[in-house]
């Protein structure tokens, strides 16, 4: 690896004798990791042999392989989710530091691998809002959050001045900031001829801009997570001095087992606790983590104000057996927009009433969309974590069905009973598909369809 000089001279000044067994090791494949959703993976095992856990997630896994994850029905119905394994680390501060019923915002979320993995960390009765200021990337952070099945998880849209904006709303707001990416050198080769000086000079000054602009979302005592993926003092623990002395907070220590060999402050000026992972130590990429307590006063508490009373619109009946697709439904509130039924958990209608101004891609489960008297279910509900699944017949499919579907082919299902059925793997829901007796129409949204033609012939089966 061709690394820049620059690089290797901070790096080198801040590592010391560590350096040579960081450079071989930034030149070793990276570790192939995953994290089970634990809403969908209750009764699954691996099927193979070499799975090691990852020793600070519950759910983290480290494959001795990288399955064709593409094609892969389970991958596909969200049973988990393909993460870099150090990035897990976000589950320590959850489990120490985060309880009872919490609202979170993670700013910078897509494609949503902490924001998937926050929700299943959170209770039922916590929100969390993931957003994603780049548009094209908030949609990725929508297909993610939609596999993952979770009812409290709202998707915006926002510059993080906008959700500033709110007040003092939430609890807990991770910035897993935009960085200069070191970290991801050897995963990445295009991240080693982006990088300069420069570069990092910018991303410093965006990083604190963006704390900054997010700053009065954060509760008084609240926590803020701040991390990056990069090795640098000027975007770690440079920037941690800085949001302390200029927002107010202190930083909060994290219990770390040392057999996991996490790294603490390397900076000479700054011994504050920092967690960081070099690759050389820990089986992952670098990665760099900071708990700070907002010690500043906070600006309103945006969700205790009341919002003027409009003239609501009459509600529509809701139609019969609606309520039946979801296993609990005296938990929601079932409401119709522009012909499409959602069921909103009671935190998440809460915080859609305060969030006007804010772009909203996805709040609630969406259950279907009304075409004359035909409700037309939607791959939403196939995937949530609150499908009744008894609500509809189901077929159970092959592989090779599964795949075929996925790939939005027709189904002939010539068992089946007419009308819509739910497809399900290896005990999973992946999709619906509506029976109309000779075939059958495909439910699955075609942005989601496998486009490749290819069918990987190694056993696939490694989790079942
Ligand atoms: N948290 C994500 C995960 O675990 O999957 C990864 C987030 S990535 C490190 C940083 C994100 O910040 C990117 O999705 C990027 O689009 C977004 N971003 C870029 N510029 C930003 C800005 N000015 N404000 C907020 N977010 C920004």
């Known amino acids: 690896m061709n690394l820049p000089l620059s690089f290797i001279q901070h790096t080198q000044s801040i590592l010391g004798d560590q350096w040579e067994a960081f450079e071989k090791a930034l030149n070793a494949p990276s570790p192939v990791s995953i994290r089970l959703n634990p809403m969908k993976s209750r009764n699954k095992r ?3 042999d070499g799975i090691a856990p990852v020793p600070w997630s519950e759910f983290g896994f480290y494959l001795p392989v990288r399955p064709s994850f593409t094609f892969d029905p389970l991958f596909q119905a969200g049973v988990y ?6 990035s897990m680390f976000v589950e320590q501060v959850f489990r120490q530091h985060v309880s009872g019923s919490v609202r ?8 949503g691998g902490k924001a998937t993995h926050i929700a299943s960390l959170i209770g039922r009765d916590s929100l969390l809002v993931s957003n994603e200021v780049i548009a094209s990337r908030a949609n990725i952070l929508l297909d993610n959050v939609m596999k993952s099945g979770f009812d409290n998880v709202v998707v915006t849209n926002n510059d993080p001045l906008a959700l500033g904006k709110l007040g003092a709303a939430f609890d807990v707001v991770l910035v897993d900031a935009p960085c200069s990416g070191e970290g991801m050198f050897r995963k990445d080769a295009d991240s080693v001829s982006e990088w300069s000086d420069g570069n990092v000079q910018l991303c410093c000054e965006r990083q604190q801009r963006i704390v900054s602009d997010v700053w009065p979302a954060l509760k008084e005592d609240g926590l803020l997570i701040y991390s990056t993926c990069t090795y640098n003092l000027h975007e770690n623990e440079e920037n941690v001095r800085w949001i302390m002395d200029n927002l107010g907070a202190e930083v909060v220590e994290l219990q770390i087992d040392e057999n996991w060999k996490v790294t603490s402050s390397l900076s000479p000026e700054s011994k504050v606790a920092v967690s960081r992972f070099l690759p050389h130590r820990t089986h992952g990429e670098g990665f760099f983590l900071a708990v700070l307590r907002k010690t500043s006063e906070a600006e309103g508490l945006a969700f205790s104000k009341k919002k003027d009373k409009k003239q609501k619109a009459k509600p529509i009946p809701v139609p019969a057996g609606l309520k ?10 079932f409401q119709e927009i522009n012909g499409k039924w959602r069921a909103y958990a009671p935190q998440v209608a809460a915080f ?13 489960i969406l259950l279907g969309e009304q ?3 035909d409700l037309v279910v939607s791959h939403a509900l196939a995937l949530s974590n609150e499908l009744n699944a008894d609500a509809f017949p189901v077929e159970n499919v092959d592989r090779e069905t599964a795949i075929n579907y996925l790939r939005k082919e027709p189904l002939f299902l010539p068992d089946a009973p007419t009308g819509y059925v739910l497809l399900v793997y290896e005990s999973s829901p992946i999709g619906f598909v509506k029976n ?8 699955l949204p075609n942005e989601w369809r496998i486009k490749s033609s290819y069918l990987p012939d190694q056993n696939p089966i490694w989790l079942k």
């Open 436 to 443: 109309i007796g000779n075939r059958t129409n495909n439910l």
């Open 104 to 111: 979170v915002l993670d700013l910078c979320a897509a494609p």
């Open 352 to 364: 859609l009433e305060q969030s006007e101004g804010l772009k909203i891609l996805n709040a609630g």
């Open 324 to 333: 039946q697709l979801v296993l609990h439904p005296e938990r929601y509130a």
């Open 81 to 86: 989710y393909v993460q870099e394994a150090s």
């Open 46 to 48: 691996f099927a193979t």
């Open 371 to 373: 075409k004359g008297k």
